[in-house]
């Protein structure tokens, strides 16, 4: 089992920036990809960011592309979601998930571990 627990998430106004972060227990693999997603009341939850195990490997949704970037660091066992220029629409709970496997994914039933969500409310 992983267990993936999100924080960082609040108010902010638009144009604001905040940073997800996503700490990762219990049994690691030795390739995963991780990813963030959102989900807004009454609507599915979309792909928001992957990055592969070593970091060096990254895709993002074409709405969040050039304002977010994801990054990881191994050695904590914990990936990050900095957001920036925040729009109302990105306002969602957003969740953390792992995928037991090197390749890039973004449909979320490919991933088998999921954090609780955190929420994200960007205000005009």
């Known amino acids: 089992q992983v267990q993936l627990v999100e924080s960082g998430g609040g108010v902010v106004q638009a144009g604001g920036s905040l940073r997800l972060s996503c700490a990762a227990s219990?049994?690691?693999?030795?390739?995963?990809?991780m990813g963030w997603f959102r989900q807004a009341p009454g609507k599915e939850r979309d792909f928001v960011s992957a990055i592969s195990w070593s970091g060096g490997g990254t895709d993002y949704a074409d709405s969040v592309k050039g304002r977010f970037t994801i990054s990881r660091d191994n050695a904590k066992n914990t990936v990050y979601l900095q957001m920036n220029s925040l729009k109302p629409e990105d306002t969602a709970a957003y969740y953390c998930?792992?995928?037991?496997?090197?390749?890039?994914?973004?449909?979320?039933?490919?991933?088998?571990?999921w954090g609780q969500g955190t929420q994200v409310t960007v205000s005009t």
């Open positions: 998930a792992a995928r037991a496997s090197s390749a890039y994914e973004r449909r979320p039933t490919r991933y088998d571990y």
């Open positions: 219990g049994r690691t693999f030795g390739r995963t990809v």
